[in-house]
């Protein structure tokens, strides 16, 4: 059965930092380019960084560049999303998704897989 499982997410102060994990079953992840994707309450559902199959090469929103950071754990065949620096504006449920290349960066469109999502919420 294929699954992304998301967790890490919590409660933070600002400028405080959490690292979320996505874990898959079923497939192996470093074959699709993985995509984590955020909900704030009141707004479209954002991307926010990406990481390639065939090279690694990693993507961010402009609102978490130099904040965020996508890494790649084959053997654990887990995506990770290290968060730094938190502000309340990145309070928001937060997804993985895989998608079968190409996909384009930080779109939410090829994606084929999805997980339920875990919540940050960060406090001022």
């Known amino acids: 059965q294929v699954q992304l499982v998301e967790s890490g997410g919590g409660l933070v102060q600002a400028g405080g930092s959490l690292r979320l994990s996505c874990t898959a079953s079923?497939?192996?992840?470093?074959?699709?380019?993985i995509g984590w994707f955020r909900h704030a309450q009141g707004k479209e559902r954002e991307g926010v960084s990406c990481i390639r199959s065939i090279d690694a090469n990693t993507y961010y929103a402009d609102s978490v560049k130099g904040r965020f950071t996508i890494s790649r754990d084959s053997a654990k065949n887990t995506v990770y999303l290290q968060m730094n620096s938190l502000k309340p504006e990145d309070t928001a449920v937060y997804y993985c998704?895989?998608?079968?290349?190409?996909?384009?960066?930080?779109?939410?469109?090829?994606?084929?897989?999805w997980g339920k999502g875990t919540l940050v919420t960060v406090s001022s």
């Open positions: 079923g497939f192996t992840l470093k074959y699709y380019t």
């Open positions: 998704a895989a998608g079968v290349p190409p996909v384009v960066p930080l779109s939410q469109s090829g994606m084929d897989y």
